[in-house]
Each structure stands twice: as C-alpha cells, then as structure tokens.
C-alpha cells in the first residue's frame, strides 16, 4: 500500500454498495455474491431493476433464481444463456 492508498473498511463496502439503490434509473446490476449479499441485507436494492446479475466462476443456475427473486423479479420465465453474446 502506498502513502496515497487507504484501507478500506467492510463499513467502506457496504456503505459504497448501498449507494447503488439510491440510483433511481439504474436498471441492470451485475454483482458478486458477497456484494449482493450486503446489499439485500441492509434492505438496499434499487427501485426498479430491469435484469440482475450475480456475477462469479460457481454461480449455479438456482443461486441467479433465487437471487432475481429476493429483488422481487418474476423468475417464471427466466432463461439460462451461457457463451458469448
């Protein structure tokens, strides 16, 4: 670390991850497991979100479920993609 750099707290992270649900246009919102973690749990999700993502090499099909629907998306028709877009 040099003299320019500060360590960064866990109070840090969630305080910069809970800033996202105050952006009231954010629409799309691609995560790793701990930060969305942080966020729903302190009851920080952004008003209306078109699309989630929980971004990660061991995310399972049912973890992206289960993640789109604790931020009140409707997973009836979700899809699985997987390649390149």
Do not use: C, E, I
Request: aromatic share 4%.
């Amino acid at each position: 670390m040099t003299a320019g750099q500060a360590r960064s707290s866990p109070q840090d992270a969630t305080t910069t991850t809970a800033l996202l649900a105050d952006l009231a246009n954010l629409r799309y919102l691609a995560l790793g497991r701990q930060q969305w973690t942080t966020l729903l749990d302190h009851g920080k999700v952004p008003p209306a979100p078109a699309a989630v993502r929980l971004a990660g090499d061991d995310v399972t099909f049912d973890d992206a479920l289960a993640l789109a629907s604790r931020v009140g998306l409707d997973t009836g028709d979700a899809l699985r993609v997987a390649g390149s877009l």
